[in-house]
């Protein structure tokens, strides 16, 4: 009790916009907490941790036959798109490559303006991906370029990325995920951000779900999609994704010097020795997996900019008052 009482006043005191926390210990259940008016059922958008979804969900398509492998090129999913005259780059370009953040793109800085104002996000990603970029050097995109996921999901599939999503990973979860969410203005779209309490997975015009951000969870959900990692794809005597797409997306496959951090395949790598690995979404998301410490941590956050570091409150705090712990 004096663990979490600390642990309260800490999250009070220093990480002011949480709404959310779930602590698991080998399946077991720490520390569950909630803040600003939430509770248990509020849903929150958990922005860049929808990338590590829909990683799951590509391993998922794998496991079923859908997707042959990462190796396959990426315009193999859009034989309708045509590429223009003399680009070879976005030729070679694989499922890997963007799995990877490796692949190169055509701007310096995102064009947010006139990709949220296109009518097809998929294809507008498409029609910067490529260009002059070095192939294989570490460049994360938080928006333009991860919807290309969605497009290859869906064209994999013949599903859209939620129905799938729906039938092979939420259902068997008890994840209950709302309809989509489609903005008609930028208004619309700036009052989700600064929402409470949003259901659903937000798509474009085109009724494609986004793969970078855009989708609602519980902290209860996200502390699910840890402990389903953690115990190798397995929930409930079920396999919902195979133990090698895990252990293959949650090792390093690239470094991000800027952060100081490794990369997989759509999820961070934290320690390599223990095993530790976070879908991490702006505004202070996180969903952080320890295998050595057999700990999840799922934190969910109402919007600012620039929240403080969960990375640091969990492995400062979290972890030394719960390895050992016991009630």
């Known amino acids: 009790m004096i663990l979490k009482t600390k642990l309260d006043r800490i999250m009070n005191n220093s990480y002011s916009n949480i709404g959310g926390m779930l602590v698991l210990k080998n399946g077991e259940v720490q520390y569950e907490n909630y803040l600003n008016q939430c509770t248990a059922a509020t849903t929150f958008h958990v922005f860049s941790v929808t990338k590590s979804i829909i990683s799951i969900l590509i391993g998922i398509a794998i496991d079923k036959g859908h997707i042959k492998s990462v190796e396959q090129r990426v315009l193999e999913f859009f034989p309708e798109y045509g590429v223009k005259r003399g680009e070879k780059t976005i030729q070679n370009i694989s499922l890997k490559d963007m799995l990877t953040m490796t692949a190169p793109y055509k701007y310096k800085a995102e064009p947010y303006a006139e990709y949220f104002a296109s009518d097809n996000w998929v294809y507008s990603s498409l029609d910067l991906l490529g260009g002059k970029g070095k192939m294989g050097e570490f460049r994360y995109t938080p928006i333009i370029g991860p919807d290309i996921f969605s497009g290859i999901l869906v064209n994999a599939t013949g599903q859209s990325v939620r129905d799938f999503a729906q039938k092979y ?117 996180i969903i952080y997996v320890n295998a050595k410490k057999q700990m999840v941590t799922a934190i969910a956050s109402l919007f600012i900019p620039k929240a403080k570091d969960r990375l640091k409150l969990i492995k400062d705090y979290i972890e030394p008052m719960f390895e050992n712990y016991e009630e």
């Open 169 to 285: 990973l939420f259902n068997p979860l008890e994840i209950p995920i709302g309809n989509n969410v489609v903005f008609h203005n930028k208004e619309e779209q700036m009052a989700f951000y600064n929402a409470k309490n949003i259901k659903g997975w937000v798509a474009g015009k085109t009724g494609v779900n986004t793969a970078g951000w855009g989708l609602n969870l519980t902290t209860e959900a996200m502390a699910k999609i840890g402990q389903l990692y953690l115990d190798a794809g397995i929930w409930r005597g079920k396999q919902i994704v195979s133990s090698n797409w895990i252990m293959e997306s949650t090792k390093e496959h690239i470094r991000c010097n800027q952060l100081r951090l490794s990369y997989g395949y759509l999820w961070w790598i934290i320690n390599e020795k223990e095993h530790a690995y976070a879908a991490m979404g702006d505004g202070g998301n």
